[in-house]
């Protein structure tokens, strides 16, 4: 059963006198409890996509469906909670000047209304993190503590869909597998579905179930990870492979 689904999404910049198409009519579907990887390099689309699919962009064509509803230009609080972005650059994506905790709260009372409030000791250990950190500011945080504390932000609102945008490539190898493993059984334990987005395919086939590999805005491949991975049948998904393999 599809959770989500795009059809013929097109994303048109007008740039002085150039114009741009940053996503060429791609159709995608996303499954309940399913994690989907978007694969490509620099460029290729895959996050301009998202930002369609969270409803920071409004596409200029097609389109976006929620449970078969078509998400319209101005979406309600609760179609923004159903789905939940986690930044690249954690420690930005949080008020300087606030504790992790009132980041947090301030998120959850704009979605669930004025009196929501969190649980902050369930929140830290769902991410694995001591209670105590949710006091700190996000400067006195690492790296990889912060990307943990964007994950709970976004699981404070008990969202249907995470859609991760390169959230580990800021972090060093052993931090990425540490999120990895989190995402991976937060999506299970929750029954939580995920977009992915990653230019690494290594990175994905340890996490994701299906991949989408695009290339200048459009969808070059789509499959099963393992399939695409040991038998990929466009070029460009095969040069893609070969420099995971290389590595």
Excluded: W
Aim: net charge negative; hydrophobic share 40%; with cysteine.
């Amino acid at each position: 059963m599809n959770v989500l689904e795009g059809k013929g999404i097109t994303k048109r910049y007008h740039q002085q006198n150039i114009t741009v198409d940053a996503l060429r009519g791609v159709d995608f579907r996303l499954e309940d409890g399913e994690i989907l990887g978007l694969a490509g390099e620099s460029g290729s689309g895959k996050s301009t996509l998202l930002k369609q699919i969270a409803g920071l962009e409004t596409p200029t064509s097609g389109t976006i469906l929620l449970h078969g509803k078509e998400l319209g230009c101005r979406r309600t609080k609760e179609e923004f909670r159903a789905m939940q972005m986690i930044f690249q650059n954690a420690p930005a994506s949080f008020n300087p000047r606030r504790t992790i905790a009132d980041s947090i709260s301030e998120s959850v009372r704009s979605l669930r209304g004025r009196d929501a409030k969190i649980d902050e000791a369930a929140l830290a250990d769902l991410v694995g993190l001591p209670e105590e950190l949710m006091q700190r500011y996000p400067r006195q945080l690492s790296g990889g503590q912060c990307q943990r504390m964007a994950i709970a932000r976004a699981m404070a609102v008990h969202p249907e869909i995470l859609l991760c945008d390169e959230i580990t490539s800021a972090l060093d190898v052993s931090s990425q597998a540490q999120i990895l493993r989190l995402l991976a059984d937060i999506c299970r334990d929750s029954h939580t579905s995920a977009i992915f987005v990653s230019h690494d395919l290594a990175v994905i086939r340890c996490l994701c179930d299906r991949v989408m590999v695009m290339k200048d805005g459009a969808l070059v491949e789509e499959g099963k990870v393992e399939q695409v991975i040991h038998s990929p049948r466009e070029e460009y998904t095969k040069k893609l492979v070969d420099s995971v393999l290389q590595i």
